[in-house]
């Protein structure tokens, strides 16, 4: 049924009857009413079960019940202010607002005679506790996370920022989910052309439902080319790395129903930055984060390099000849790398979807078919198999999920170049690696690839080495 009035009016029962006929009362369980009787005045209670704290609603229906008839207030904003015991009592006379207020989990109260309807937000969700998330642990620090609930994942960034710089602005996006959305950012420090770029993509996303939370606002917020496997955005499950990334002056945003935020602008040198680099001493840092640097262009070249000395041995340094293939191939390298690499991934899929009890075993049995038996069968070649194990397990050092596959999808583009063409299929592939992350941007218009292209030595020194934070924050 189409909301046609514009706002309510002072007569309690035809609010009640429009009101029920728009929630469509009768077929929905779980929206509950209440008449009630305050003060001589008749008063009709909305709310729906399951969002409701039960022993607040019931101390202030005990409290209602004790005004008196020549008590009662004469207009709804002395009832909100002087005559409601609680903290959260807001007013509102558009039905649009009303019906968003009431599906949110805020108890709605229209009383006989007031041309306004009386918001209690007693409101509760059902949410977990904010324990260490499973993919963003670190060895030090704190031990929280997010969780699916909004408002915990704000006070969980508000507990860390104490100043009334920092700002946390509520919209919500899709015209069936009206799904809420907090932008937090320093008022003091964020830039504000970004800021005011993102503001009006939010306003302007036309769609009906985000049904896949983060994903689905982030393509709405930027429907960047779907051949680029580079993420533009950078996730994070920790509450200190928001507070973090806001204090520098980034942009972070929670999605409700989602564990974690979106961090903006994020370069990949952003993107491949974690918690436990700040979490130790700034020289442990640093190893950390170039241990990462390097391994990730290991893992991106490794396979490919082999295939190429496979191809020409006497390229070899002889200092290395013990790793070239001894046993004879029966299927070619190439095809035993990709075989691999498709492999690897069905393991994967595998462990995501075997229950917990099974995970152990099923994964021995698959370590010894897939290790040593496609080996002795002659299907792979040792060498093959632990290089493509080394690849495997090295992904894992990029906490960023999307860039762990965005480096496979070019290795594997960087192994069928080098298997047809040689070592110009190599170069090649090399460059247009390098081409599709200098031309890649990100929602600021800054380069993915900042400071290396374009070059400032200042910050990149400073993306290389792990900063002195507390002696930076003292000299300031």
Not at 123 to 144: F, I, M, Q, W
Not at 233 to 238: A, H
């Amino acid at each position: 049924m189409e909301i046609l009035e514009e706002s309510i009016r002072d007569n309690i029962q035809e609010n009640i009857t429009y009101f029920n006929n728009i929630l469509n009362q009768k077929n929905n369980f779980d929206i509950v009413f209440r008449q009630l009787k305050i003060g001589g005045k008749k008063v009709g209670l909305f709310f729906v079960d399951g969002f409701l704290q039960d022993d607040i609603m019931q101390k202030l229906i005990q409290f209602f019940y004790s005004i008196r008839e020549e008590d009662m207030p004469k207009t709804p904003e002395d009832m909100a202010w002087e005559y409601i015991p609680y903290g959260e009592v807001s007013l509102g006379s558009q039905w649009k607002d009303i019906l968003y207020q009431l599906l949110s989990g805020i108890s709605v109260m229209f009383v006989e005679g007031y041309d306004k309807c009386i918001f209690i937000d007693c409101r509760t969700y059902p949410a977990r506790n904010v324990n260490e998330p499973e993919k963003d642990k670190v060895l030090r620090g704190s031990k929280d996370g997010f969780v699916e609930t909004l408002v915990f994942n704000t006070a969980l960034i508000r507990r860390r920022i104490r100043t009334p710089e920092f700002i946390v602005k509520m919209k919500n996006v899709g015209r069936s989910s009206k799904t809420d959305i907090a932008i937090c950012y320093m008022e003091n420090r964020v830039d504000r052309k970004l800021l005011d770029k993102i503001e009006k993509r939010l306003d302007e996303i036309q769609v009906d439902a985000l049904t896949l939370n983060q994903e689905s606002l982030i393509e709405c917020l930027y429907p960047y080319s779907w051949y680029n496997p580079f993420p533009k955005f950078k996730y994070s499950e920790r509450p200190d790395t928001a507070a973090a990334q806001i204090l520098e002056g980034n942009i972070v945003i929670l999605v409700d129903n989602s564990p974690s935020c979106i961090i903006l602008p994020d370069s990949v040198f952003d993107i491949m930055e974690e918690a436990d680099d700040f979490y130790f001493p700034p020289i442990t840092g640093t190893y950390l984060r170039m241990c990462r640097y390097m391994i990730g262009i290991v893992t991106l070249i490794w396979t490919p390099l082999f295939l190429l000395f496979v191809h020409h041995p006497d390229w070899l340094p002889s200092v290395f000849e013990f790793t070239v293939i001894k046993d004879d191939v029966n299927i070619p390298v190439i095809f035993q790398f990709l075989l691999l690499e498709i492999a690897i991934d069905g393991l994967k899929l595998a462990a995501v979807n075997t229950p917990s009890m099974l995970s152990t075993p099923l994964s021995i049995v698959a370590a010894l078919a897939l290790g040593e038996y496609s080996v002795n069968s002659g299907w792979f070649n040792e060498e093959c198999v632990l290089y493509m194990a080394f690849v495997a397990v090295a992904n894992y050092t990029q906490q960023n999920y999307e860039l762990g596959y965005a480096l496979k999808f070019l290795r594997i583009i960087l192994l069928i170049l080098t298997g047809i063409f040689d070592i110009y299929g190599f170069l090649v592939g090399i460059v247009l690696i390098l081409v599709m992350l200098v031309s890649n941007k990100t929602i600021s218009g800054k380069g993915y690839f900042y400071p290396l292209i374009p070059f400032n030595f200042k910050a990149l020194i400073g993306r290389m080495k792990r900063k002195r934070i507390g002696y930076e924050i003292h000299q300031e």
